[in-house]
């Protein structure tokens, strides 16, 4: 009688303590769920934006800046930051762009020059989290006609404003107005801003690999999620071509493994069959490579070792396969130093 | 089926005593998971009323009209547009109490063209006092710091020069409102006292791409008029703003496309997103507007699913040739 006691006290121990712990992960569960509340059944009041300044507010008062500042570049506002949380709240509806390249952190703020009393410029500094995927959202946001600058690898210039990668940060810096004034100021502040943030180089090895010929300049970007509608194709690089007047796509992504490179042409073609694609017979010197027609245009896709790679938006199946083919030879050249040197 | 009180240790007595209590547990902790239950939801104020609405600010006598008119000049063109349409008095009687919903949604120099044209809201402002318009507001919530948005777009300046009220959006004008058939604007914070004693109100938004809907027209305008957190409807975009269009029926939109954003929308941020397409569209039917607005934005009707539901919900129609658009050129 005594063991039976015994092992129904320690079968009844075993019990109770599963018991507790599930009640734990309950509480624990609904403390999470608190946490990530659901705006739309909370009390008005925690609705409602924050306090407001006074549109009537007494005038600039003096800030302190994020970072060192050329001379004659003054604060003019104080520093904001954002995170994920509330990223949407300073850029709307573009907070998705960043967002799903991985960033981490906004500091932004107003600047003017005591030299132009009527110019002021707002900085934009992006933590991306590492230098791809501040490239990612460089590159896609990379404004045409633009002059390139010597100051960064990836840095240019428009009439009125700076964009640059340093590192993991993504710098965009803003200017009020278009003058003889605007540019000196700004890649100044830019210059100062690299100078006092230390970074890595911002080596996009991929951009190698892409054939020289017929390729459009400063046209390569890192898609980082769901390319060409497809929610499986990630981090993938694409840079245009200009081939007999038209224009067509290549594109490239470095995978795992061989082998995940491999499923996921296979997924993709899928992909482009179930949207009305057809499959068609090409003579091609790749092995496993697939050629579809698609909306009157022809793609192809295939695999070398880790890389995953294709043409899109082709106007002829010729310049489908001479592209292709091209892209092969540089995969099969230089895909492993441009993976070796990362 | 007969307990044997020997195979496990437990006597009846001991058993039923146990039964007894675990019983007694759960139904202390059903009682309790009741007693905290809300059935109700988030309570009112007592100054929310449970089913607040936005009056019908649309004109019938007005019809659907639509005007097209090109030119560099926006105030110029803005001009023309009304008067090809009857003339502001067509929209504006005297005493009425105006409402102009811009778009300030950033605080960037109106050259970028993110935001609603200062010049346009000055002229706006002079017509509609100009056919006898007892007041005019100009408000819009861009949920970062307000007062840096209205006064570095120079909306601020350009409204109260022509003697328009700006209203910033202060926590006491916001109140919860449900949108009828809607499913995502239900008992959600909304602008709504800048509302409560307007009659007539007139949507002012530029031509932009945005990266989440495609597109930043008139029906996109509205947006700017919720409170919240109201960034978790990007995940719903086009939803969110055929709602919207179904919650403002207004008296006029206005989209200005004299220089539109192309490219890296809704900030831009560099003179080189932007496209002279010297157009303005005035006109009664929200969604007609928007439609147009697409095609110098050079997308489809199918890239901006928001159109076509907008259409389906009876808000106006996607065929704006249907609406035989008054066109002009300066």
Partial sequence: MLRENKNNSRRQTFVSMVILSILMVIVAGIFMAQSHFNPGVLQKDELLPEPNQDLTSAPWSPHASFVPLPEGIQPFTSTEIFDARNLSDKINGKAELYLSAGFTRLTCQRFKDERATDLWMEAFVYDMGNSQNAFSVFSAQRRKDSEALGLAQHAYRTPNALFMLHGRYYVEIIASKVSGQVPEPVKMMAETFMRNTPAEAAAVNEAELFPAKELVKNSMVLISSDAFGYDGFDKIYTAEYAVDGHSLMAYLSHRRTPVEAKELTSAYTVFLLAYGGKNIAAQLPIKDARCIEILDTYEIVFSHGSYLAGIREAATIDQAQTLAIRLYHRLKEGGHEARSEQ | MKLDPNSNGLNRRQFLDRLAQ????????????????????????????????????????????????RGEDRVATLRMALKSLGGIETFIKKGDRVLLKVNAAFASPAMLSATTHPAIITAMTQLCFSAGAASVVVTDNPINDPASCFNLTGIADAARSAGARV???????????????????????????????????????????????GASMTMKNWYGLLGGRRNIFHQDIHNIIMELAMMVKPSLVILDATTS????????????????????????????????GASLLGKSLDELPFIGKAQAAGIGTADYHTLNPVTASI
């Fill in chain 2, 22 to 69: 675990a019983g007694i547990a759960i139904t202390a902790a059903c009682a309790a998971g009741f007693w905290f239950h809300d059935s109700q939801g988030p309570a009112l104020s007592k100054n929310d009323h449970p089913n607040l609405i936005l009056p019908d600010f649309s004109i019938d006598a007005a019809g659907h009209k639509m005007s097209i008119v």
């Fill in chain 2, 167 to 213: 209203l910033l959006p202060h926590d006491d004008l916001f109140r919860p409102m449900t949108v009828k058939d809607a499913k995502l604007i239900r008992n959600w914070p909304v602008l709504y006292k800048p509302f409560a004693d307007i009659t007539k109100v007139i949507g002012m938004a530029p031509l932009k791409d945005h990266h989440r809907s």
């Fill in chain 2, 261 to 292: 954003m192309m490219t890296n929308g809704p900030t831009g941020g560099s003179l080189s997103d932007l496209k002279n397409t010297n157009t303005m569209i005035v006109g009664t039917d929200q969604v007609a507007v928007d439609a147009f």
